[in-house]
């Protein structure tokens, strides 16, 4: 089905070919600022920073451009973490004990975004903003009340009904994607009738079951390249990229950092920053740039003999959602079979008007939060999130419900080679197991109320009236879906 699927969007290409919005410049030797990183942090600061007259900035990527249009048709991005596209840093954990041991030899891989935009080109393009006690936990000033007026000055809301919490003046598209499915309203209403309240979980209070929302307008992806760094590189100011180019040092003057060092085509560049040097790689590369420089734990970079500039913590502290998934059988057809993806029909509907199945993610309309600890905490443990999955086999229906639980970890230095992966460890530890556990039995209890719902003579639409036979299967895995990894301060 998705060989079937990558033909088709290989076919689309042909159609629908890219035109290039990237101007090409001739690198200089120096530039104000230097950012080392396209993804999402570094696409917005490059936005940020061009709106400044006179300001001269490089942007330094280690991934490819983004004309693909499997990032740009949503349905397509259930191919892009495994397919050959070169689109994402394939890293692995260190052998496991808690975790992983239906893996080769116990090790998960970590799949991040390596293209313009990073994760935000290659993930579900699930719209979310954090929660209220992870910015109190940060310090003075980074509370939730003082970062809502930037979330909204980035919003631009297209279908979302009017709130303090939402803003249409933004550049990033944020939607509903489209009309809620039967299996998001039977999912939504299951949960309201097990005593979950509703809420927007993009507010300040996220525990409960809410409508997703998404970064999508016109029927394809809106990554944080295109909505942010592709104006940036068309101004008028001197803002410069360079892609397929790895950071691999940055050089200090004394204790201030002066210039970057990158590889592009086998040679080394250098590039001074006159200002600042501001590091955007990710969760993952920013320590990995950090520790190969010298600034890190000089424990672990006297084991790789790197030369200690300062003494710090780096790469502690890292956490990152694991995403289990449960697969049910239904005897009633709701969910993207391989046959509907693949079909005349679909391809035609997209390529007029946009429409369709392939205009549309394989996430539902709904996601739930919770705190399964009930430690009174607002800040959820666990996610779960209905999806309507590729069938396996056509004839099959599937409904896939998806746990994140998430857990702190350390990266380290693996080797002082700039191409080799960080080490992570340890991973995930044993109150992950407990959590994953609540996370079934509520999705267990979801299902079965709705069904008995059904037999009283529940709502026509009400997932109740789904035939759950069997569960299919269960995966694990670390991943990007609401956003990238994030390094707590």
């Known amino acids: 089905g998705l060989v079937i699927m990558a033909v088709l969007v290989a ?33 917005v600061i490059a936005h940020r920073l061009a709106e400044k007259a006179n300001t001269s900035i490089l942007v330094i990527e280690a991934g490819r451009h983004d004309y693909d249009h499997s990032i740009r048709i949503p349905v397509a991005s259930v191919s892009l973490l495994d397919s050959d596209k070169n689109l994402v840093w394939n890293y692995r954990t260190v052998p496991q004990v808690n975790s992983a041991q239906g893996f080769l030899n116990s090790r998960m891989t970590l799949p991040l975004g390596k293209v313009l935009g990073g994760s935000s080109s290659i993930g579900d393009m699930i719209y979310g903003r954090g929660n209220v006690a992870d910015f109190a936990s940060w310090g003075a000033n980074w509370t939730w009340d003082n970062l809502l007026p930037y979330f909204l000055r980035n919003e631009k809301a297209l279908d979302i009904d009017s709130s303090q919490y939402h803003s249409t003046e933004g550049n990033l598209p944020v939607s509903r994607g ?13 949960a309201q009738e097990l005593g979950l309240k509703h809420v927007d979980y993009t507010s300040k209070d996220q525990l409960g079951v809410s409508q997703s929302l998404f970064t999508m307008m016109g029927g394809e992806r809106w990554s944080a390249a295109r909505t942010f760094l592709e104006p940036a590189l068309n101004r008028r100011y001197k803002v410069h ?51 190969l420089s010298g600034i890190g734990p000089a424990d672990e970079l006297a084991k790789f003999k790197v030369p200690v500039v300062v003494d710090l913590p ?12 449960l697969r049910y059988k239904s005897d009633k057809e709701i969910s993207v079979t391989r046959d ?45 999130n209905m999806l309507r999955a590729v069938a396996l086999p056509n004839q099959a229906e599937i409904l896939g419900v998806k746990y994140e639980l998430e857990d702190q970890f350390n990266a380290g230095l693996y080797d002082s080679n700039t191409e080799a992966s ?12 407990d959590r994953c556990v609540s996370a079934v039995l509520v999705s267990t ?5 709705t069904r008995s719902t059904c037999a009283r003579g529940g709502r026509a639409d009400s997932l109740s009236c789904y035939q759950v036979r069997a569960e299919v299967g269960c995966d694990e895995r670390p991943g990007p879906l609401h956003h990238g990894s994030s390094l707590v301060p």
């Open 178 to 190: 489209e009309e809620e499915c039967e299996l998001s309203m039977a999912f939504s209403g299951a």
């Open 241 to 291: 990229m360079t892609t397929s180019s790895v950071a691999s040092k940055i050089l200090f003057s004394g204790n201030r950092a002066v210039q970057v060092v990158f590889n592009q085509d086998g040679v080394n560049v250098a590039v001074r920053a006159r200002k600042e040097i501001i590091l955007t790689g990710g969760a993952i590369e920013t320590p990995k740039l950090l520790m």
């Open 340 to 384: 509907k993806l693949t079909s005349a029909r679909s391809f035609l509907e997209y390529y007029f008007s946009k429409t369709g199945i392939w205009s549309e993610t394989l996430q539902s309309q709904t996601t739930l939060f919770l705190n399964t600890k009930k430690d009174g905490s607002s800040r959820p443990d666990v996610n779960i």
């Open 445 to 449: 209890t979801l299902l079965s109320l």
């Open 314 to 325: 780096v790469g502690q502290g890292l956490k990152d959602p694991l995403k289990l998934w």
């Open 422 to 433: 960080p080490s992570f460890l340890p991973y995930f530890i044993l109150p992950a197991r």
């Open 11 to 43: 076919f689309y290409s042909v159609c629908e070919p890219f035109e290039p919005v990237y101007p090409s410049h001739t690198l200089v030797d120096e530039y104000d600022y230097v950012i080392v990183g396209g993804g999402t942090a570094g696409s």
